[in-house]
Structure formats: structure tokens, C-alpha cells
């Protein structure tokens, strides 16, 4: 069901679970601009950051919880995604 509506690739850290946020456009591949990514929790840009699919809904949810002040962490392991 994801797949076929609102399908979303979210960058997630690999060390603390928390979504990534964009740091700047890097240059173009093809069509698609080339980002890099750098961790909201760790403010790191060497940590691995992980692209994981989910709904759009479940990523509004995670942002607004973020804005609260509540960190929900994600484990990424390969490629499926487990919420603590």
C-alpha cells in the first residue's frame, strides 16, 4: 500500500535513529539533484546515513514528535526498519 500511494525515502541516521535532514544540494545526477545528508541528533555528516522507506504520514508523525521534543529513534539494520 505504501508503495503504490505516498511512498517516502527518509534519510535515518545509523548511529541514533533519527531522521537526517538535507544540508545542501551537492550537483546533479541526471535528472535528480545530488544531496548531502547530515544527522538532526548528532549534527555529524560523517555518520552513515541510511535511506529507509516509509509513509508519508508515518514521517510527518516522526518530525512532529521531533518538534515536541521527543526523539522516536529508528533501527536501521540493512534494510529493514524496527521503531523503539
Same mark, same amino acid.
Given at each position: 500500500?505504501?508503495?503504490? $500511494?505516498?511512498?517516502y525515502?527518509? /534519510?535515518v ?9 538535507i544540508?545542501? /544540494?551537492i ?9 548531502m ?10 555518520? /552513515?546515513?541510511?535511506? &529507509?522507506?516509509? /509513509? ?15 526523539k522516536?529513534?529508528l $533501527?536501521?539494520?540493512?534494510?529493514? &526498519? &524496527?521503531?523503539?
Open positions: 500500500m505504501c508503495v503504490s $500511494s505516498d511512498a525515502e527518509a /534519510p541516521c545509523s548511529k541514533c535513529g533519527l531522521i537526517g535532514g544540508t545542501r /544540494p550537483g546533479m545526477i541526471g535528472q535528480k539533484k545530488a544531496r545528508y547530515k544527522c538532526v541528533g548528532c549534527q555529524d555528516e560523517s555518520n /552513515p546515513i541510511k535511506k &529507509v522507506q516509509m /509513509p508519508y504520514a508515518s514521517k510527518l508523525l516522526l518530525q512532529e514528535l521531533m518538534s515536541m521534543g521527543v522516536p529513534k $533501527s536501521v539494520e540493512d534494510k529493514e &526498519v &524496527v521503531l523503539k
